[in-house]
């Protein structure tokens, strides 16, 4: 008996501390430590064990983003003078259970069951099961696809598919205050992988990230982990510098320049970019990066872009047959096409038998609408009747 005794006496010291332990709702503002309105108007439950990050935002009704999966959840919330019949929306960043299936732990309750006016909103790719399980007890639900504007509780939110650690992912985004719900997209100091059984992807990941790049980002209110205030976007760029060390496969940091080089040669470009600017950042009279960077600039059709960056390394290798015909392609890029020829030019001069240089001539001469003159040229003529003359006469209407 005593030992019995000793034992429940070491559980309910053991839950008591469980319980200290486990989150509160606070105040988004309280946590943020801003005056801001907007995050004044939004309760914040960080995630506790297998339940992600839940946010509330109130106004004329209540909306919930992620409704997580702890059952004491709502209990909390409840006790705090929310009323079920309050919330009206259920936002949901992806489909994943520890973010998703709260969802079911709100519909339990008598009120909610009864009135059945709570609107599920998910991407269009949400997992089928749990659309099932929402049709089946008869409530709402809304599909998006991404670049919609969504009302939630007298806000406006942009929807953002952000695919790559599921293949439904949504960022929810507030231009006002630049303030994104990134669910598990982007985490402070952590990456989510990709879930393939949930199609997460890599690339999709990349396509994901780039997105939010593009916004002006500046608080981060993630799916785990508390939010970020003001350092939005370096939490973005370290998920991009993540996604980018998984792709050349490299767990510690590299040189910049030499991430660059091996995300060129897999093809990612603009992630090879965005490293030689890391690069130029420290150095900026680095000439592998600059001549890195210029290149992939052309391949990306940001030809403008690119040409200062040819015309530097000139000015330290005029006589660099590769530089000559990287500068020749990009002002055929910019449709300055006879300018190109003395590029192409310098290098026949240098070697007449240099095959790119003699396509590009006549690549560059045809567009210029000088056809005769293109088909002089033995080389070009060869590529013309095989793969180019259909591009180039598309390019020439």
């Known amino acids: 008996m005593p030992e019995i005794q000793e034992k429940e006496k070491r559980l309910e010291s053991q839950e008591k501390v469980e319980e200290a332990e486990r989150p509160t709702w606070k105040r988004l503002s309280d946590v943020l430590e801003t005056d801001d309105p907007f995050f004044n108007k939004i309760l914040f439950l960080q995630g ?12 004329d009704y ?14 909390q919330l409840f006790d705090a003078g929310i009323k079920p019949t309050d919330i009206k929306k259920i936002v949901i960043t992806h489909g994943h259970r520890d973010h998703v299936m709260g969802t079911f732990e709100l519909f339990r309750y008598s009120d909610i069951m009864q009135n059945r006016d709570i609107e599920v909103i998910l991407h269009k790719e949400g997992p089928f099961e749990f659309k099932e399980m929402i049709k089946k007890i008869e409530f709402p639900f809304k599909e998006i696809r991404g670049g ?10 942009e929807a953002i598919h952000t695919p790559g650690h599921t293949i439904d992912g949504v960022t929810y985004y507030h231009a006002p205050t630049k ?26 990941y990349f396509y994901g990230v780039k997105a939010l790049l593009n916004k002006d980002i500046q608080n981060i209110l993630p799916g785990h982990g508390l939010p970020v205030k003001e350092q939005g976007k370096i939490v973005l760029e370290q998920t991009y510098e993540s996604l980018m060390m998984k792709a050349i496969g490299v767990e510690k940091k590299i040189r910049w320049t030499d991430g660059a080089i091996q995300l060129a040669q897999k093809g990612l470009l603009e992630e090879a970019v965005f490293c030689c600017d890391k690069a130029l950042a420290f150095n900026p009279n680095d000439i592998q990066a600059i001549q890195l960077k210029a290149f992939c600039l052309t391949d990306l059709d940001k030809c ?12 330290e290798k005029k006589d660099d047959m590769g530089i000559l015909i990287g500068k020749g392609r990009a002002l055929m890029g910019v449709g300055r096409y006879l300018e190109a020829i003395e590029y192409f030019d310098k290098v026949l001069q240098i070697d007449p038998k240099v095959k790119d240089a003699q396509v590009l001539k006549g690549m560059a001469l045809y567009l210029a609408g000088k056809f005769e003159e293109a088909l002089e040229i033995e080389g070009f003529k060869e590529e013309f009747v095989g793969r180019f003359r259909e591009t180039l006469e598309r390019r020439a209407k």
């Open 48 to 59: 506790y064990d297998f339940s992600s990050n839940i946010y509330v935002i109130m106004g």
């Open 179 to 204: 303030s994104a719900f990134t669910g598990d997209t982007v985490l402070p100091h952590a990456m989510a992988e990709p879930d393939k059984n949930a199609g997460g992807n890599l690339n999709y």
């Open 62 to 75: 209540v909306t919930i983003i992620d409704p997580g999966n702890d059952y004491t959840a709502f209990i």
């Open 304 to 315: 403008e872009e690119a040409l200062p960056l040819f015309d530097t390394l000139l000015s």
């Open 148 to 157: 919609e504007t969504i009302e939630v509780s007298g806000i406006e939110l």
